[in-house]
């Protein structure tokens, strides 16, 4: 319980963290003494290497007003980093860890481009509290966010109020253009828990195979958004310790820009409505009485903190009603969703090591190698159109179909048989992949119940790929 409630408060702060927004009030109630010496501190650690942005002379819509960078020195953010796990974040009453905590960074760099944060760690002792030795500690060799772009939008000092702003009416249409077509890379590598941590997961019967291969000893995530001329792809890639990696790829068209407004001026205002729902109703945004209620001085970036998790723990809330997920889901069924996405591809892959393999084969007691043993048996030899429809003739597909149904599911079979039986001889992973080679008129979805032969239309405008073993990429 207690391990698992560490992690929610480590998830909640890097929600809180990865927000762009002003901060600087949070000086209101600083003495004059107080605010110099400050004032000292960031001029030192600005002078010991952090970028200054380069960019405020251009004409971007991004650096209107204040371009002063969100995260840029370690004076600041050591002070957040402080001020947060002393006075705690709040949510709905509850702290959302009581237990004594300490954020450490390394080194911090940034401008309105990006930042790349070194060395962060953070310390979880609960003795005070439960009474035991045990220490829960996380760190990470580095964080790092790049607009390769140099929109000037990635890490731009906003306040709360336009960050409020933004999440409940949007960006403007060159905004949102620019970061939809964005060239922008995300990384956190090397993410390590502690000893005590690793400890306490090899004590479980179900997860001490996985400590006993070093699952989890380091694990990495890359997020990549590049744009071309023509298309737009995005990849996805956790690596767990190059025992396991999981990857998702998206490539899409480089929407024009005439198509890219019928789209932000008919579908993004839904989408900022159902947003804002979950917004400004619960969740406090005035700080003085935010005070008030608390009868402390508390920190203005605790107050920010805390508007944080409270709006995406309200946005996470499962309890929402059956129709706001209806309209969800014809917003991006609506034909200028359809028009801006006319192609795509989408793969997920999956690859993990010998030893994984192995560890999850004794984890299964015998399953998985039983299962290998049974499909190597069945693809041994190929089988022929009459064989699979006999093997496949109790799926029930109504007769005036059935030609048609056995033809596409041969057709499948064909094509998978060889990457299956590769997969089925050296099991060391899969690729699953799906390509929209011509667009599809949304109203075939709405008239598939009553004529299912529209189902044809729509598989022949799809390709779908298996590829077996796919290899681990390079981090």
């Known amino acids: 319980m207690f391990l698992k409630r560490s992690i929610n408060f480590y998830f909640a702060f890097f929600i809180v963290t990865s ?28 002078a010991k290497g952090s970028t200054t942005s380069s960019y405020q002379d251009r004409e971007n819509p991004f650096l209107a007003g204040n371009s002063k960078a969100f995260i840029s020195n370690k004076a600041e953010v050591q002070r957040w980093l402080d001020e947060i796990t002393e006075w705690k974040l709040y949510y709905d009453g509850e702290p959302i860890n009581e237990f004594e905590t300490e954020m450490k960074v390394g080194s911090v760099r940034g401008d309105i481009d990006g930042f790349r944060v070194n060395d962060f760690k953070i310390t979880v002792d609960p003795s005070d509290t439960l009474g035991t030795d045990q220490i829960i500690e996380l760190s990470i060799d580095e964080i790092s966010f790049r607009d390769k772009d140099s929109n000037g939008f990635l890490n731009k000092r906003i306040s709360l109020d336009e960050y409020i702003e933004i999440i409940s009416n949007g960006y403007s249409f060159e905004d949102t253009y620019a970061m939809w077509t964005a060239n922008i890379d995300m990384e956190i590598l090397g993410l390590e828990f502690g000893q005590d941590v690793l400890d306490e997961l090899s ?97 203005y970036s605790v107050f920010v903190g805390d508007y944080i998790v409270c709006y995406f723990a309200s946005s996470l809330d499962t309890s929402t009603d059956l129709e706001d997920y209806t309209e969800f889901l014809e917003v991006y069924t609506s034909e200028e969703f359809f028009d801006l996405l006319e192609t795509f591809s989408f793969t997920f892959s999956l690859s993990w090591s010998k030893d994984f393999w192995d560890a999850a084969s004794i984890a299964s007691g015998g399953s998985l190698d039983a299962g290998i043993f049974a499909a190597n048996t069945f693809l041994a030899t190929k089988m022929s159109k009459f064989e699979l429809v006999a093997l496949l003739d109790g799926l029930g597909i109504p007769y005036e179909y059935k030609g048609l149904f056995e033809d596409l599911l041969y057709d499948y079979y064909s094509d998978f048989y060889s990457e299956a039986k590769e997969f089925i001889s050296f099991p060391r992973g899969l690729a699953f992949s799906v390509e929209l080679l011509e667009p599809i008129n949304p109203e075939i ?31």
């Open 203 to 299: 004590s479980d019967p179900e997860l001490s195979v996985l400590t006993d291969i070093n699952f989890l000893d380091s694990t990495s995530l890359i997020v990549r958004q590049k744009s071309s001329y023509s298309d737009v792809s995005a990849e996805f890639i956790y690596d767990f310790n190059q025992v396991l990696q999981v990857a998702v790829e998206v490539e899409f068209p480089k929407p024009r820009r005439e198509d890219f407004r019928e789209f932000y001026e008919n579908v993004m205002p839904v989408l900022y409505e159902m947003n804002s729902q979950y917004t400004s109703n619960e969740c406090q945004t005035d700080y003085s009485a935010y005070k008030e209620e608390a009868e402390e001085e508390i920190p």
């Open 19 to 46: 927000i762009q927004f002003n901060l600087a009030a949070q000086d209101e109630e600083c003495d004059l003494a107080c605010k110099y010496k400050k004032l000292q501190d960031l001029k030192s650690d600005e």
């Open 445 to 475: 979805l709405y008239q598939l119940e009553d004529n299912p032969m529209l189902l044809f239309n729509i598989l022949n405008k799809i390709r779908f790929e298996v590829k077996a073993n796919p290899r681990f990429k390079n981090l």
